[in-house]
């Protein structure tokens, strides 16, 4: 990555030898601090942009509604001085991210969401697009805080014709899928994914999300103490397979690794330690996404549980586990209360500022569970 402007360049110098991460994170925020105290202001949209897109792949993707309104503010102003708007495409682009993740952070309430989906739709409009893929998103967010409302956003959804900034079609099935599912609506939801479990649309993190979707259904089944076909168990070990494959950090999926995990869990034990060991330090490094934190701290209170109420397990930890010991020999009951603890300040946190009740639900099938 170069810059036309020698001082950037001298900050940029060893980028491209840099993997995806911390490191070139903050370089970019040093990017984006120079961009300031020049007064640059395309150069404040540009490095913020990218800081977003790293920020929101490795490491810290609440950091992208503390930095966006202000990438919004810099291109209004440039508006007003020159009568354009650098890089309009990748702002539209990160809003319309911006509006489907929103449901995984319980620090966006609703009416900063509301806000920022109310702009959003002006902005496209002006810039020539529709909402499509905003709307559905939206409903997502709905779902289990106001379905009514929730309903008639997918309406809007379902009304609004696809353009140049939809989502693609892979990823708008899993979406709509998703939302299906969460209003119970199972057969629905499984004709419209049907070209997602056939493999005849794909893309980087579809169909993996959808398998998961599918995984959660019916691990929340298993919880609630209900049946799970033998052919449903079969096809979920192949989904699981292909999943546990996705788990890279190049793109979102990572944000459902409890989602698997309770899964292991569940229906394949066996497997469950060796993915913990593999993401030994996953609360602390994704400890911003509430999403993936709480399905992670519910997935460990599950293995725990499924450990047979020893007080004491031996297992060979990474030193980056957040209980690390030596001796490889760890007190359960310890780790039992701090994972119940971060998952019961997630789902307080969601029924607080989205009335998303949720996650409480499954925090409850959780703590209930007796194999």
């Given at each position: ?41 395309e150069r404040q949209i540009k490095y913020r942009l990218i800081l977003m897109d790293e920020s929101c792949l490795h490491d810290d993707g609440l950091k992208a509604y503390i930095v966006f309104p202000v ?254 010991n030596p001796d490889n020999t760890y007190d359960l009951s310890e780790m039992y209360e701090y994972y119940k603890s971060q998952a019961e300040k997630i789902a307080e946190g969601f029924i607080e500022s ?18």
């Open positions: 990555m170069r810059d036309s402007n020698p001082e950037y360049n001298s900050l940029l110098a060893t980028i491209d030898l840099l993997p995806r991460g911390r490191q070139r994170i903050e370089i970019f925020q040093k990017c984006v601090d120079l961009a300031d105290k020049n007064k640059d202001k990438v919004l503010k810099i291109s209004d102003e440039l508006f007003e001085e020159t009568g354009m708007r650098p890089y309009l495409d990748n702002i539209l682009w990160q809003y319309k991210w911006l509006i489907e993740d929103a449901r995984f952070f319980y620090q966006v309430k609703q009416d900063q969401f509301e806000k920022l989906l109310n702009d959003a739709v002006i902005r496209f409009r002006n810039a020539g697009y529709g909402s499509r893929s905003s709307y559905l998103h939206a409903a997502r967010y709905y779902v289990y805080s106001d379905p009514a409302k929730a309903d008639e956003y997918y309406n809007l959804f379902l009304a609004t014709p696809r353009d140049g900034r939809s989502d693609c079609m892979a990823c708008e099935k899993h979406a709509e899928y998703d939302y299906l599912l969460s209003k119970g609506r199972y057969l629905i939801a499984m004709h419209k994914a049907e070209p997602l479990f056939e493999g005849r649309l794909r893309c980087g993190d579809v169909p993996p999300l959808t398998y998961l979707s599918f995984m959660l259904y019916y691990s929340q089944k298993k919880l609630r103490g209900e049946e799970v076909p033998e052919e449903v168990m079969r096809t979920m070990t192949i989904y699981a397979a292909l999943c546990r494959k996705a788990f890279t950090e190049k793109n979102l999926v990572i944000e459902n690794l409890g989602v698997l995990l309770t899964y292991y869990v569940l229906f394949e034990p066996n497997k469950a330690l060796n993915l913990i060991k593999r993401f030994a330090d996953y609360t602390e490094k994704y400890q911003y996404n509430s999403y993936g934190v709480f399905y992670f701290s519910t997935g460990m209170m599950l293995f725990i549980k499924y450990l047979g109420g020893r007080d004491k397990y031996m297992m060979k930890m990474e030193p980056s586990f957040r209980f690390y989205q009335n998303n009740g949720s996650f409480k639900k499954h925090l409850e099938l959780v703590t209930g569970f007796e194999g």
